[in-house]
Nanobody, 127 residues
């Protein structure tokens, strides 16, 4: 089992500002191949934002390319999402997820959602 704990959200940021989310992984982290960030805004479906896998492959949602950067510190078992030039439409609950084998090009999903999920952290961008 893998436990994921997100942090870095919770406070409002103005449009154009920056925020860094972190996701600490605990447990059988050696079993994970892919980690990613997802978000869900009120009344909308959950969507993939970015993913990174053990091969170093990375994929971003088109609307965040050039603004968001996903990275990981394997020594700390922590995944990050640096978010710059934030827009009000980035407002959502952000979730960290991990899977044992699905690749980043599929956002850690392969016909099914990633196996492990965090509890989420709220990102609010004001205009």
């Amino acid at each position: 089992q893998v436990q994921l704990v997100e942090s870095g959200g919770g406070s409002s940021v103005q449009a154009g500002g920056s925020l860094r989310l972190a996701c600490a992984a605990f447990g059988a982290t050696y079993s994970t191949n892919c980690m990613g960030w997802f978000r869900q805004a009120p009344g909308k479906e959950r969507e993939a934002v970015a993913a990174i896998d053990s091969d170093g492959s990375i994929r971003y949602k088109d609307s965040v390319k050039g603004r968001f950067t996903i990275s990981q510190d394997n020594a700390k078992n922590t995944l990050y999402l640096q978010m710059n030039s934030l827009k009000p439409e980035d407002t959502a609950m952000y979730y960290c997820a991990a899977d044992s084998w699905a690749p980043a090009r599929l956002y850690c999903s392969d016909g099914r959602p990633p196996r492990y999920w965090g509890q989420g952290t709220q990102v609010t961008v004001s205009s």
